[in-house]
């Protein structure tokens, strides 16, 4: 019988034994310490994961969208689009190791603007921009958000910032 406490008392000692016990399993021997439910939930974890690290960059990269667009400040519109580029790699990486990805971005791109305006609105405070001022809609098409060469000109009715 698998000892499921394992799993939550030390669970890189789980994941040590249960590679283990499935490298017994499909080499033909039988064995019954397989923590089936928790690998089934582990395994989807893993997938799970992929997703949310491939919208928190898709996150980052609109939050700096809306902050270049929006914000009437010159200096800080370089490094924004530099973590732009830095986050539009990240996630074009995710995509390449997990292509089925591909099919649930426009989904996964709504929810990452829900909190990429959030948190743009928190960045722009000071600047007098608030939450209201930004489209609660996603103003960026997916090809935008993922072109790594292109940046909105900027609704505060300043240029682009040259490379």
């Not at 669970?11 to 499909?26: G, I, N, P």
């Not at 992929?50 to 969208?65: D, G, I, M, T, W």
Request: with cysteine; aromatic share 6%; glycine share 4%.
């Amino acid at each position: 019988m698998p000892d499921n406490r394992l799993h939550d008392t030390d669970f890189f000692s789980w994941t040590q034994q249960q590679a283990d016990a499935l490298r017994a399993v499909a080499s033909g021997v039988k064995s019954n310490i397989v923590d089936w439910d928790n690998v089934i939930e582990e395994i989807e974890s893993l997938g799970r994961e992929q997703e949310r690290a491939l919208a928190s960059h898709l996150r980052n990269v609109l939050s700096h969208l809306l902050k270049l667009d929006y914000s009437p400040a010159e200096e800080p519109k370089a490094h924004w689009r530099k973590e732009i580029k830095l986050q539009r790699l990240e996630a074009e990486e995710r995509l390449d190791t997990n292509p089925s990805l591909k099919a649930r971005l426009p989904e996964i791109l709504e929810r990452a603007y829900h909190y990429a305006r959030r948190e743009a609105a928190i960045g722009l405070e000071e600047d007098g921009v608030a939450l209201k001022d930004l489209p609660e809609d996603c103003p960026y098409s997916l090809e935008q958000t993922r072109d790594m060469n292109w940046f909105p000109v900027g609704r505060a009715g300043n240029e682009r910032v040259k490379d």
